[in-house]
T-cell receptor, first 110, second 115 residues
Framework: EDKVVQSPLSLVVHEGDTVTLNCSYEVTNFRSLLWYKQEKKAPTFLFMLTSSGIEKKSGRLSSILDKKELFSILNITATQTGDSAVYLCAGSGNTGKLIFGQGTTLQVKP | DTEVTQTPKHLVMGMTNKKSLKCEQHMGHRAMYWYKQKAKKPPELMFVYSYEKLSINESVPSRFSPECPNSSLLNLHLHALQPEDSALYLC??????????????FGPGTRLLVL
């Protein structure tokens, strides 16, 4: 059965800290790994990763995929209170379905 | 433009009511999705439409009835719902059939309360 596991489930840090969120996956006919940020409403797209070892960056956020170890990390440097959210990792196979992890709830304190 | 719109934003309905949720996208995407999300849980896939045809139904009860009138619109018809169906209903779209191009873009959701 396909599954995606995220860790930690919750995290509390202070502004300026760097955080690393983890995502491991087992997805049949794996094609891509996606990261989303969810605040009050809809998940907003952050990254899609398809190749191992190629880091994707957007401002203070970056992510990388290891297809050998079936693992991805999301890094956030110099965290701000606006980074407080649930971060969702999802694996995609060849069926069009996203297999979501449970999410990591990040709280950034001032 | 990566916008998916959903109406209404909030909906309160009784167990005997019939209502519909609407979703629209103008990104030219040919796959559209309905998800259900309960508090503190990840989204759960309900239905997938690909090229206006239902391609995945995740064993959803028949009180939920999807409809895809055209490539830009997706509806979810609700009838005789139960209180446990209260949740955030998310619509998403993507462009299928292109290698590695399965990024799904989500709408803001409809928060449904069934009394």
């Amino acid at each position: 059965e396909d599954k995606v596991v995220q860790s930690p489930l919750s995290l509390v840090v202070h502004e300026g800290d760097t955080v690393t969120l983890n995502c491991s996956y087992e997805v049949t006919n794996f094609r891509s790994l996606l990261w989303y940020k969810q605040e009050k409403k809809a998940p907003t797209f952050l990254f899609m990763l398809t190749s191992s070892g190629i880091e994707k960056k957007s401002g203070r956020l970056s992510s990388i995929l290891d297809k050998k170890e079936l693992f991805s990390i999301l890094n956030i440097t110099a965290t701000q209170t606006g980074d407080s959210a649930v971060y969702l990792c999802a694996g995609s196979g060849n069926t069009g379905k996203l297999i979501f992890g449970q999410g990591t709830t990040l709280q950034v304190k001032p | 433009d990566t916008e998916v719109t959903q109406t209404p934003k909030h909906l309160v309905m009784g167990m005997t009511n019939k209502k519909s949720l609407k979703c629209e996208q103008h990104m030219g995407h040919r796959a559209m999705y309905w998800y259900k999300q309960k508090a503190k849980k990840p989204p759960e896939l309900m239905f997938v439409y690909s090229y206006e045809k239902l391609s995945i139904n995740e064993s959803v009860p028949s009180r939920f009835s999807p409809e895809c009138p055209n490539s830009s619109l997706l509806n979810l018809h609700l009838h005789a719902l139960q209180p446990e169906d209260s949740a955030l209903y998310l619509c998403a779209s993507s462009q299928p059939g292109r290698r590695y191009q399965e990024t799904q873009y989500f709408g803001p959701g409809t928060r449904l309360l069934v009394l």
